[in-house]
């Protein structure tokens, strides 16, 4: 087996994580590990030496610390897709639920992860596609969710529901959520809708202020295709894909949803369960 190579992403928006990773790369290289910096982190931190094309990394590491908050590990898991790279979130941010580490656990992280004392996680992503009279306009992989709602309007839009191309429901309200188990602890939550646990192979449907007493969320086999139809009186609908990346839609344009073909692999070097977690970040709600 080779040396190990690991990548370092950095929130450039987030001074600590610079700092961070100043301090580290030379703890790693003492280890015998070597590191790899996006070729603008590189520049920041004068190691040259470590750059790579940001969109390569899945070629150069074996694995991947990202340094920053939920938003930025949402953003890698999109980008690299594909490659099945293993991904460790420290957490930076405020709340950091898909971050596995804080930056004081770095030094038993690289033990264990040397020792190979740690376990993957794949995490189901959702693929949505935006049909726009009967054509193909764009295609995305969520890790967390897609969303559908209002605008700065106040009145409602109209979203028709269709499961493999039967009619589940039409709804009423200011829009709604199709999130993975792992999107259930996000915006979904927020909107009334259950836990699920992160592992499991499910789609999650949640009305944002439904008008009805009837609209609930509801829990799909993950081999469901949905098919949402929007129609309003007024143009201000949009499409948000992770909370991240938005788009704005027509009347009677129609976002196709189903179980992505690419998972994320996350690091977990922790003993702790799902439960653990919920606790360790919404203990002020659930107690302890």
């Known amino acids: 087996m080779g040396k190990l190579s690991i990548g370092l992403a950095i929130n450039l928006g987030k001074p600590k994580a610079l700092i961070v990773a100043r301090e580290l790369i030379p703890y790693l290289e003492k280890k015998g590990i070597k590191v790899c910096l996006e070729k603008r982190v590189a520049e920041y931190l004068d190691r040259h ?86 054509e193909l306009i764009e295609t995305w992989h969520a890790l967390n969710d897609v969303g559908l709602a209002k605008g700065s309007y106040s009145r409602m839009i109209t979203c028709k529901i269709f499961l493999q191309n039967k009619l589940l429901m039409t709804l009423a309200g200011d829009g709604l959520i199709v999130s993975t188990p792992t999107g259930s602890t996000a915006y979904s939550m927020s909107a009334g809708g259950p836990l699920l646990l992160p592992t499991m192979q499910a789609l999650l449907i949640t009305p944002i202020c439904p008008h009805s007493l009837s609209a609930r969320p509801i829990v799909l086999s993950a081999d469901e295709e949905i098919t949402i139809e929007v129609s309003a009186t007024h143009k201000e609908i949009g499409l948000s894909i992770d909370g991240q990346i938005g788009r704005q839609l027509e009347v009677f344009d129609q976002i196709r949803i189903r179980r992505s073909p690419y998972t994320t692999t996350l690091i977990k070097w922790k003993d702790r369960t799902f439960f653990d977690v919920i606790r360790d970040k919404f203990y002020e709600g659930l107690g302890r």
């Not at 750059?51 to 074996?62: E, L, N, R, S, T």
Request: no cysteine.
């Open 49 to 134: 030496d470590l750059g790579v094309p940001y969109d390569q990394f899945d070629q150069y590491a074996d694995l991947l610390f990202v340094f920053g908050g939920d938003g930025t590990i949402l953003g890698i898991a999109r980008d690299f897709a594909h490659s099945h790279l293993p991904i460790l979130g420290i957490n930076l941010g405020h709340l950091g639920f898909l971050s596995e580490a804080e930056t004081e656990d770095l030094t038993q992280v690289i033990e264990a992860i040397i020792e190979g004392r740690y376990k993957t996680e794949e995490r189901m992503m959702i693929q949505a596609e935006l049909y726009r009279n009967q």
